[in-house]
């Protein structure tokens, strides 16, 4: 079955510090990989895509994502947090050839910043 | 430019009631999707739909219908609330065609059925 996993519900950080949440898959073809954040109350916002190309993609507000092939996820990182940063966090993966609908959200990374 | 707009963005239902979230999008967006968050999940796709006129069944279509008469429009209905139907619902959109195309999402509707 194609999934996306992140494997922790909660991310804890001081201010400052470099971050890093999890993200795996098991798609079929070539995945396309998405990052959104949701602030409280809120949608979800885009944050960045890996298509293809360089497997370290950069995005919104400081955040990149580091797609990794042989272990087939897409981490998160930001390497110095703001106590704003603090949100939830769905990693996303569309599967090769797959039609419109086929979108897996992960169930999500609560990040919380510490002043 | 509005991008996706929802309403109502809170609403409590009973037991039974029908209710219709709207969603409109000004961004010539062909494909639209209808999805739940329910708490601690991610998010799961209830309807969708390419064009005016097309709509599919996503994974959790059961209690819910749609319909596209526009490019612009794609309501939610809810026939016959249940609990169940708790939940926090998100519209979305995205240009036609390239998988690796961008979701945009609306600010959501915070349903609660009593």
């Known amino acids: 079955a194609q999934s996306v996993a992140q494997p922790e519900d909660q991310v804890n950080v001081a201010e400052g510090n470099p971050l890093t949440v999890k993200c795996t898959y098991s798609?079929?073809?070539?995945?396309?990989l998405f990052w959104y954040v949701q602030y409280p109350n809120r949608g979800l916002q885009f944050l960045l895509k890996y298509i293809t190309g360089d497997n370290l993609v950069k995005g919104s507000y400081g955040f990149e994502a580091e797609f990794n092939k042989s272990q087939t996820s897409f981490h998160l990182k930001k390497p110095s947090v703001l106590v704003s940063d603090s949100a939830l966090y769905f990693c996303a993966v569309r599967p090769g050839y797959s039609s419109a609908s086929k979108i897996i959200f992960g169930s999500g990374t609560r990040l919380s910043i510490r002043p | 430019n509005a991008g996706v707009t929802q309403t109502p963005k809170f609403r409590i239902l009973k037991i039974g009631q029908s209710m219709t979230l709207q969603c409109t999008q000004d961004m010539n967006h062909n494909y639209m999707y209808w999805y739940r968050q329910d708490p601690g999940m991610g998010l799961k796709l209830i309807y969708y739909s390419v064009g005016a006129g097309i709509t599919d069944k996503g994974e959790v279509p059961n209690g819910y219908n749609v319909s596209r008469s526009t490019t612009e429009d794609f309501p939610l209905r809810l026939e016959l609330a249940a609990p169940s139907q708790t939940s926090v619902y998100f519209c979305?959109?995205?240009?036609?065609?390239?998988?690796?195309?961008?979701?945009?999402f609306g600010e959501g509707s915070w349903l609660t059925v009593v």
């Open positions: 798609v079929s073809g070539n995945p396309y």
């Open positions: 979305a959109s995205k240009i036609q065609g390239g998988a690796g195309n961008t979701i945009y």
